[in-house]
């Protein structure tokens, strides 16, 4: 270590700017305080904190990133510098110890002795993600391999059970089969939530807030919300927040439902609408409503797995008669990226769908070949049960399900129903002859596909999320073909919420950057660059992770948050700014200092090779 002056050395042994020497050479993040970073190499920091850095990528508070050969960053303007484990648990015990001495930092080095305690996921670096860095990749089918046309998908859907709850319940056509017009398709969003005894739709924030509610169709204010949820807060959402699996199953269950998928947003038009007719017919709000039960079973009847094979129902006999209509083939630069990955490493499917019908969607949408496509199939694998419980695998006798097997019997290249993550992983082990493998799984569903295998099961995920595309992205020209009935003008975007006064992610925003390392439009886009490549993944406060390019909605938030809609090219120059000004030359001048160095003693190796 070199020291310029006795004050450089004054304040190397008397600050925290020494473990920025630690870091010299490692690449790492630096949050900078006006929320953008800057990733790169660190080539030097001096006893002042200012860091030059190489070879980096600075993001800027709207998402948007470029590449630079040199970076510099001036010490007023570092909030956080990641620190990678791996730069403390290099030196030995006896350098450890100095090295704290000289820090003046309390030492706790039992922690820092135990290398053992550092998990596999630590000693990869944790803002960068690449799909080779896993051993075993799994994949969920529906809308995530295979896209639906979620227009007519939710056309189909509401028609579906609003029949049946007109026929087979005897609910008043008046309301349920009223045309679709565009406000209605408007009031559809994904993740919403239903309130069913108030007969309410909810939409919330990341910290379970109510942030918008209807009751039927009609859009309640704040105060209205206030009155019905004290401080805007329900028990079955807290709960939700809290863990969402705590919903699922038991006695919330009977009290709220989320609407996670294009399989269900339909239900938030068809519960308000009978909500809004039994108001109708009352003369204003009841006490309490009971609709809840039929609309399940309507689902339940819809989705029913028996009615594909026999043809029942109005559901499976639309999709199996046209299913241009309803579902987009695959690209075939998808297909050869899957085929690439397989050779790389292990690949498997986890699907709800049962076997009859996942062959029928699947042969569609990924080609005949499909089954190839993977080192193993698991069908209505019934998430998120899938991950947490220990249901047995059954064997797969002409699509249908023949007996129970062994977790042990599992084949490579077989096709099976039901199963179990624990079980899975074992096979998994087995078959890539790796010790705790690296595990992945890239779904839509952001609770049955992204948190709980994050959370419960410690696995890796990559979130697919058809709205990154549909309310468009930052410095994206892409457009999603069911644009309209994904996006809600009603509701806001699907990431965050709009009309706060600060950035605030609504709940799925949350769940999407704290459960998932990168979140994507549609696998197509990854699968135009190579398998090599590496991305920046979500961590703390960043919304990196969004690729190709964070959504619209979130930019308009982080402008708003930093106060960009100034126009700093007009502002008076004042004396801060003037400052500003010298500090950035002087920046600049720290810069041209060190390339010359280098040049310097580039020049002296060369000189002292040629003698
Ligand atoms: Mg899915």
Redesign the pocket.
Same mark, same amino acid.
């Given at each position: 270590m070199t020291f310029d002056s006795k004050e450089e050395r004054y304040f190397y042994y008397n600050s925290l700017a020494i473990l920025l020497k630690a870091v010299e050479n490692e690449r790492t993040t630096i949050d900078l305080r006006n929320e953008a970073s800057v990733y790169g190499t660190i080539e030097h920091a001096d006893a002042y904190m200012n860091i030059v850095m190489r070879d980096c990528v600075f993001t800027d508070p709207r998402g948007h990133s470029y590449s630079y050969t040199m970076f510099f960053v001036q010490a007023r303007n570092i909030r956080f510098v990641h620190i990678p484990p791996k730069s403390i648990l290099r030196y030995n015990t006896s350098d450890k110890l100095k090295f704290f001495t000289h820090f003046r930092i309390p030492t706790n080095l039992k922690y820092f002795n135990t290398t053992a305690s550092i998990t596999p996921s630590t000693q990869v670096n944790m803002s960068v993600f690449k799909f080779l860095d896993y051993d075993c990749i799994g994949f /969920?089918? *529906? $809308? !995530?391999l295979l896209h639906y046309n979620v227009t007519n998908m939710v056309h189909l859907i509401y028609e579906t059970v609003a029949n049946y709850l007109v026929t087979e319940r005897g609910y008043d056509s008046k309301y349920l089969l009223k045309p679709l017009e565009d406000k209605d398709i408007d009031f559809i969003q994904k993740g919403l939530f239903l309130d069913f005894e108030r007969g309410n739709i909810l939409k919330i924030n990341a910290n379970g807030i109510i942030q918008r509610a209807c009751h039927g169709t009609n859009l309640l204010s704040i105060e209205k919300i206030k009155e019905i949820y004290p401080e805007q807060r329900w028990e079955a959402t807290d709960a939700f927040c809290n863990d969402m699996l705590s919903t699922w199953n038991g006695p919330l269950s009977m009290k709220m439902r989320s609407l996670l *998928?294009y399989f269900d947003i339909s239900s938030s038009l068809i519960f308000a609408r009978l909500i809004d007719a039994f108001d109708k017919e009352q003369g204003g709000p009841l006490d309490e409503y009971n609709i809840w039960p039929d609309m399940l079973d309507g689902l339940i009847e819809m989705f029913n797995r028996d009615h594909f094979k026999i043809d029942k129902g109005h559901f499976f006999p639309s999709l199996r008669e046209n299913p241009d209509k309803y579902m987009y083939k695959c690209s075939a630069r998808t297909i050869t990226w899957l085929q690439e990955l397989k050779k790389h490493c292990i690949t498997f499917l986890i !699907? &709800?769908s049962n076997v009859d019908f996942a062959d029928f969607t699947a042969t569609y949408a990924l080609g005949e070949d499909w089954k190839s496509l993977f080192d193993i199939i698991i069908c209505y694998a019934k998430k998120p049960a899938f991950f947490t419980e220990k249901r047995p695998f059954f064997n797969i006798v002409n699509k249908e399900e023949g007996n129970i097997i062994e977790s042990k019997d599992l084949k490579r290249g077989g096709i099976y129903s039901q199963g179990n993550w624990k079980e899975l992983t074992e096979f998994l082990e087995n078959i890539s002859g790796r010790q705790n493998p690296r595990y992945l799984y890239v &779904? *839509? $569903?952001l609770l049955? /596909?992204i948190y709980v295998p994050n959370s419960y099961v410690q696995c890796d995920t990559v979130a697919i999320i058809e709205e990154q595309m549909s309310e468009g992205m930052v410095h994206q020209k892409l457009s999603h073909p069911d644009e309209k009935v994904l996006n809600s003008t009603l509701w806001g975007s699907y990431f965050c919420l709009k009309d706060s006064k600060v950035n605030m992610n609504s709940l799925w925003g949350h769940v999407i950057k704290k459960y998932s390392k990168l979140c994507i439009p549609e696998i197509d886009l990854i699968a135009q660059q190579p398998l090599e490549k590496s991305y920046l993944c979500f961590n703390e406060e960043k919304y990196n992770g969004y690729y190709p390019a964070v959504p619209l909605t979130i930019k308009e938030q982080l402008q708003r948050l930093v106060g960009h809609k100034r126009d700093l090219t007009r502002t008076k120059r004042t004396f801060k700014t003037k400052r500003a000004e010298q500090k950035q030359q002087e920046g600049l001048a720290a810069v041209e200092k060190i390339l010359e160095n280098r040049k310097k003693r580039d020049q002296r190796l060369n000189e002292n090779k040629t003698d």
């Amino acid at each position: 270590m070199t020291f310029d002056s006795k004050e450089e050395r004054y304040f190397y042994y008397n600050s925290l700017a020494i473990l920025l020497k630690a870091v010299e050479n490692e690449r790492t993040t630096i949050d900078l305080r006006n929320e953008a970073s800057v990733y790169g190499t660190i080539e030097h920091a001096d006893a002042y904190m200012n860091i030059v850095m190489r070879d980096c990528v600075f993001t800027d508070p709207r998402g948007h990133s470029y590449s630079y050969t040199m970076f510099f960053v001036q010490a007023r303007n570092i909030r956080f510098v990641h620190i990678p484990p791996k730069s403390i648990l290099r030196y030995n015990t006896s350098d450890k110890l100095k090295f704290f001495t000289h820090f003046r930092i309390p030492t706790n080095l039992k922690y820092f002795n135990t290398t053992a305690s550092i998990t596999p996921s630590t000693q990869v670096n944790m803002s960068v993600f690449k799909f080779l860095d896993y051993d075993c990749i799994g994949f /969920d089918l *529906d $809308n !995530t391999l295979l896209h639906y046309n979620v227009t007519n998908m939710v056309h189909l859907i509401y028609e579906t059970v609003a029949n049946y709850l007109v026929t087979e319940r005897g609910y008043d056509s008046k309301y349920l089969l009223k045309p679709l017009e565009d406000k209605d398709i408007d009031f559809i969003q994904k993740g919403l939530f239903l309130d069913f005894e108030r007969g309410n739709i909810l939409k919330i924030n990341a910290n379970g807030i109510i942030q918008r509610a209807c009751h039927g169709t009609n859009l309640l204010s704040i105060e209205k919300i206030k009155e019905i949820y004290p401080e805007q807060r329900w028990e079955a959402t807290d709960a939700f927040c809290n863990d969402m699996l705590s919903t699922w199953n038991g006695p919330l269950s009977m009290k709220m439902r989320s609407l996670l *998928d294009y399989f269900d947003i339909s239900s938030s038009l068809i519960f308000a609408r009978l909500i809004d007719a039994f108001d109708k017919e009352q003369g204003g709000p009841l006490d309490e409503y009971n609709i809840w039960p039929d609309m399940l079973d309507g689902l339940i009847e819809m989705f029913n797995r028996d009615h594909f094979k026999i043809d029942k129902g109005h559901f499976f006999p639309s999709l199996r008669e046209n299913p241009d209509k309803y579902m987009y083939k695959c690209s075939a630069r998808t297909i050869t990226w899957l085929q690439e990955l397989k050779k790389h490493c292990i690949t498997f499917l986890i !699907t &709800g769908s049962n076997v009859d019908f996942a062959d029928f969607t699947a042969t569609y949408a990924l080609g005949e070949d499909w089954k190839s496509l993977f080192d193993i199939i698991i069908c209505y694998a019934k998430k998120p049960a899938f991950f947490t419980e220990k249901r047995p695998f059954f064997n797969i006798v002409n699509k249908e399900e023949g007996n129970i097997i062994e977790s042990k019997d599992l084949k490579r290249g077989g096709i099976y129903s039901q199963g179990n993550w624990k079980e899975l992983t074992e096979f998994l082990e087995n078959i890539s002859g790796r010790q705790n493998p690296r595990y992945l799984y890239v &779904g *839509d $569903n952001l609770l049955q /596909d992204i948190y709980v295998p994050n959370s419960y099961v410690q696995c890796d995920t990559v979130a697919i999320i058809e709205e990154q595309m549909s309310e468009g992205m930052v410095h994206q020209k892409l457009s999603h073909p069911d644009e309209k009935v994904l996006n809600s003008t009603l509701w806001g975007s699907y990431f965050c919420l709009k009309d706060s006064k600060v950035n605030m992610n609504s709940l799925w925003g949350h769940v999407i950057k704290k459960y998932s390392k990168l979140c994507i439009p549609e696998i197509d886009l990854i699968a135009q660059q190579p398998l090599e490549k590496s991305y920046l993944c979500f961590n703390e406060e960043k919304y990196n992770g969004y690729y190709p390019a964070v959504p619209l909605t979130i930019k308009e938030q982080l402008q708003r948050l930093v106060g960009h809609k100034r126009d700093l090219t007009r502002t008076k120059r004042t004396f801060k700014t003037k400052r500003a000004e010298q500090k950035q030359q002087e920046g600049l001048a720290a810069v041209e200092k060190i390339l010359e160095n280098r040049k310097k003693r580039d020049q002296r190796l060369n000189e002292n090779k040629t003698d």
